[in-house]
């Protein structure tokens, strides 16, 4: 059961977890299993999520609310998608899962519309999952493993955070919005400084932002490396639940007057400027002025960073009566059905259109590389949380992330511009204008799952099955890479990967080529003997999905050696067997060479008792200490082979 609440002041990620808590204690670092109330699945990831419950021979779902959402991979170029769209509808029917078809939208928002509430924890298999933290849930992504474990009632495992209070002051400035608030934290703070946190926003500010304008932070959060993003539950929130029809769902949930944090710090929102993220981290971020001026080719107005009703509106007044810049391709992303009824009611989409704009369909669409690919060495501006190298579609892609004043004024000029140099007064947003859509074509569970037949395509395969770790290896490091490589760059997204997420032996023959083209042809040479993968500081960042463990795997990895992990690819590592080490010398990272190959022994005895490990390097007889964070329960996972062994040992019993 979860446990009670403790007379000492908390703050609302305390709160959160407290009351969620079903073991371990919340001691920072030390490992604690968490009651997950609701999960969201998408179709990049859910595919293997529901092969997954498949394979565990799951009945129903067990939790409170699960849901699962086609916005990823829309395009039907071919029988890949529809038939994968086919499989998810009837799997969800079997389990129990709410249904969300193609063109109702982009799982968050919809999700935040539809589902979320106040005091409840939520994980996802994808990485944006915490922008739920908006509305005052504990929301994380995670990988589709422990999103389906979860889904099963099992705990959902993590070690426990540090947690951040941000205070925020004063109000934003015309033209300037909550993406401008999410990129000062990021200049500040960088791709690494949310790493092992929850960043809980707090103060007076909090009363000039939206539920909306919140997802917008709490969404971007997760590009700070962050655990969860956390708001408190307050009349904004209450609001936005009230123009959904669920006011019946909202709770207070703020924090108690003493609370403190770990760690602090503060924006006044007044002094905030319109800011720009550079190619190619979501990291780089300067004003908008340091380079204003220079041609742009593409404005993309939507994505889960900008979901709102706000984001696609004031961008309408911007240009209404106005053409954008000939050169400039004006792509408008909306989000969900919702607002994209919104916008026709309220003559927004007309103004758009009359602009000169490019409607899409309501899903993820250029933001993980599916259309709206950029030209060759141009510049886009995006709303998008992500500009990761070749994620847009383009290699060396130019794309800078920015608010959607910004990227309309640019649009406007054909230039960088800032928002605060045209002329033209700021528009005023009347969000109570906002009305209710019932998008019915979002399915409940099925009444009669036992009725259902599961319809499987021919591009659907049966997960692979691995054998445990031996308790020496002799490994080649196939692959060295830098600091903070992406899942981007070890299992790339787009229109050409993307429709295999479901056939594992076809999807890894893109596994890392956005790093070297022959990373396949040479891993397959080593798929039964073992390989590993040597990288630098945050390995893994970016989204959550679990390919990017499971194709190197499947490829022959064994083990993982870096100086740093980005917690949710940890985790993804540790789901599918491969045994994620870490440095303790400063210099055996640049002693080690790609090519070079490296024995460990006693690898059972080591993890069992916590000891150190010891690797030999055979080109230079150099010893290499080394270390890990697993858990007990990690430690027998990857012994076994996975996580999935471990299940399905535990049912066969």
């Not at 999520?49 to 409170?64: F, I, P």
């Not at 503060?266 to 720009?276: F, Q, R, V």
């Not at 004006?330 to 927004?348: A, C, V, Y």
Request: include cysteine.
């Amino acid at each position: 059961m979860a446990k009670k609440s403790s007379n000492q002041p908390r703050n609302v990620a305390q709160k959160l977890i407290e009351s969620h808590l079903l073991s371990g204690k919340m001691v920072e670092g030390d490992e604690i299993g968490l009651k997950i109330d609701q999960t969201l699945t998408q179709d990049a990831t859910g595919t293997l999520v529901m092969l997954e419950l498949e394979a565990m021979g799951l009945d129903q779902v067990k939790t409170e609310l699960s849901a699962q959402y086609v916005d990823h991979n829309l395009l039907q170029t071919d029988n890949r998608n529809p038939d994968d769209h086919l499989f998810l509808r009837s799997a969800c029917e079997k389990f129990g899962v709410w249904f969300s078809p193609p063109g109702s939208g982009v799982s968050h928002p919809v999700h935040m519309e539809r589902f979320g509430k106040p005091g409840k924890t939520i994980i996802g298999s994808d990485s944006h999952t915490c922008a739920a933290g908006s509305l005052g849930m504990l929301a994380m992504g995670a990988g589709g493993l422990a999103v389906a474990m979860a889904m099963t009632g099992e705990p959902f495992y993590l070690k426990m955070p540090k947690i951040m209070g941000v205070k925020l002051t004063g109000r934003l400035p015309d033209w300037v919005s909550a993406k401008d608030v999410i990129l000062e934290m990021l200049r500040r703070h960088g791709v690494k400084g949310g790493s092992g946190r929850i960043i809980e926003y707090y103060g007076p500010g909090l009363k000039a932002l939206s539920a909306m304008d919140r997802h917008v932070i709490a969404n971007m959060g997760q590009e700070m490396g962050h655990t969860a993003t956390v708001f408190p539950a307050d009349d904004a929130v209450r609001d936005f639940l009230e123009q959904q029809q669920r006011g019946g769902d909202f709770q207070t949930l703020e924090a108690d007057r003493g609370a403190s944090y770990d760690e602090y710090d503060e924006i006044d929102l007044g002094k905030l400027e319109p800011l720009i993220a550079l190619p190619s981290s979501p990291g780089k971020v300067v004003p908008v002025r340091e380079v204003a001026g220079e041609s742009i080719y593409q404005a993309y107005i939507g994505s889960s960073a900008n979901p709102g009703l706000r984001d696609f509106a004031v961008p309408a007044m911007m240009v209404k009566g106005r053409q954008t810049h000939d050169r400039v391709s004006f792509d408008i992303n909306p989000t969900s059905r919702q607002i994209l009824e919104n916008l026709t009611e309220l003559g927004h989409l007309r103004d758009l259109l009359g602009a000169g704009a490019r409607l899409h369909q309501t899903g993820c669409n250029g933001c993980i590389g599916m259309g709206q690919a950029p030209a060759t060495d141009q510049i886009s501006l995006r709303t998008v949380p992500r500009n990761f190298p070749g994620r847009s579609g383009t290699a060396e892609d130019k794309v800078c992330l920015c608010s959607p004043e910004t990227a309309t004024a640019s649009a406007l000029t054909g230039v960088i511009t800032d928002p605060r140099d045209l002329d033209m007064d700021y528009p005023v947003f009347d969000a109570s204008r906002t009305f209710y859509v019932a998008d019915r074509n979002i399915r409940p569970p099925a009444q009669h799952p036992e009725l259902t037949m599961v319809e499987k395509g021919p591009n659907i395969s049966s997960l692979p099955q691995f054998e445990g770790l031996p308790d020496s290896l002799e490994l080649p490091v196939l692959l060295k890479t830098g600091d903070d490589v992406s899942t981007d760059e070890i299992l790339p997204a787009g229109a050409d990967v993307l429709p295999y997420r479901s056939n594992i032996p076809a999807i890894s023959e893109f596994t890392f080529t956005r790093i070297d083209p022959s990373y396949p042809e040479r891993a397959r040479k080593y798929r039964d003997s073992g390989s590993m993968i040597v990288g630098g500081d945050n390995y893994g960042q970016g989204s959550s999905r679990e390919h990017a463990a499971l194709t190197p795997r499947y490829l022959g990895v064994r083990v993982v050696l870096a100086k740093s992990y980005a917690r949710i690819h940890w985790e993804n590592l540790c789901n599918f067997g491969i045994l994620p080490l870490n440095f303790t010398g400063k210099k055996d990272y640049e002693d080690i060479e790609q090519g070079d190959e490296l024995a460990l022994e006693g690898l059972h005895e080591a993890l069992d008792s916590g000891k150190e490990i010891t690797a030999r390097n055979s080109r230079t007889g150099e010893r290499y200490k080394l270390d890990h964070n697993l858990s007990t329960r990690q430690v027998r996972m990857i012994l076994k082979g996975g996580l999935l062994n471990v299940m399905r040992e535990s049912l066969a019993s």
